[in-house]
């Protein structure tokens, strides 16, 4: 691993001062990769110094205006590793900010044995393709563990562990934030070691989080800005991947929300999180102070709850699209279909209009061969019968389209209908009486039963 340190050197003005003017492209690299964050509140100013320092120390060469080489020089920091069951590796970081160890290979059981551990703690952060859910563990008066997106570590009183990933996009995150962690180590504060570290930790996740919620802002705005004007297929298909990213986008940022939210919750765990100055935790105090770790924890759980309900915001707006779409385009079905029914309602009159014609055509005796007006009224006839049969059809159609939410579909009352329905006549209850009799014939109580019932209503014994 290269000095990290600033030396303002001749040779290193020099250097500085060849690649000045291909400083803002590399930066613009960084920013578009994911790396550099420059429009966060988390961005520091020595942030541009040191990755140019580490990059001019890593190749004493001239820098290549290929990009690649800008890249690589970053991933030459954190290289990914090949997941082992029985080791893991981690880079160190002693109590003055100093890397003393790199990619360090450790046994798993002497690793656990040195720093008093358990194997089920050594699940959260073992080295795996496998995404585990967000957590931060606390072992009192012993460590912190913590894992969270890309960053897995446990945080001690005096050193801090930064384990290795597998994957060549995360590895690349990794190193710049060890960059950040080594800056706020090495920075004199009034907070204890373990609390510096925790910070560094939640500042990079955060950071991580801010620019993929303003990556899918752009992208998703891009698209439902597209379907306001058109609604495409390809539009709808982007807008469902889309989708389905930025669901799993809040569901992170949910999970590491809550995370925090536990810790803000549990006094045993904020107690147990002082490391430098351990303190035994007393369920009856009333008076312990953790304002330090408190103030840490709730402004980034504030942080994050921002860009939850950001996240939560566009997935609403997502679905409000959705449903519009939805709307908009069963219209247009709709509309296709009674453009259709129209097509055969004319269709089913043209041809209802040309049934006499055609039995007029026939090379059989009709007696209106001679006759002066058997054209003209075969000619009307035809004519009023596909008229009629086509108002008719309109009339119905105009029905359907006229349907609400509380109306019958099956029942249509005609004009005639209701204006005899007043009729004592047209009503079945008038030929049910009339047919089966008018009166309906009820049983007499029997002396018996009549005491029966006077014993009940009176509230008395059961009659034997």
Known sequence: ????????????????????????????????????????????????????HSVLNSNSTKPSNDHRHNENAIYKMVKPITPNDMYVSCTTFNKSGNLIAVSQKYPKATFLKQNNLFPRDLRKVDTSSIDVVPSIMVRPANAIIVNLLHIKAIIQRDNVKIFDTSTPSVASKLGLFMYDLELKLKTPSALPYEFKALESILI????YLEAELQTHLASCGMVLSELEDNISRESLQQLLIKSKDLSGFYQRATLIRDVLEELLDNDEDLNGMYLTSSRKYNPSDEVSDYSEVEMILETYYKHCDEVVQQAGSLISDIKATEEISNIILDANRNALMLFELKVTIYTLGFTVATLVPAFYGMNLKNYIEESYYGFGAVVVVSLLQGLLLTLWNFKRLHRVQKLTMMSNQNHYPSKLGSRFSYLPWFHRRYWNRVLFGGQTKYHKPTNKERDVIWRMINDDKPYR
């Not at 303002?8 to 790396?35: C, H, N, V, W």
């Not at 990079?204 to 950071?207: A, F, I, K, M, N």
């Open 1 to 52: 691993m290269h000095a990290l340190c600033l030396n303002f050197t001749p040779q290193y003005i020099e250097k500085a001062m060849r690649l000045r003017a291909k400083l803002p492209d590399f930066m613009s690299i960084l920013r578009r990769e994911g790396i550099l964050f420059l429009n966060t509140r988390y961005y520091s100013q020595n942030a541009p110094r040191r990755i140019l």
């Open 204 to 207: 990079s996740v955060l950071s």
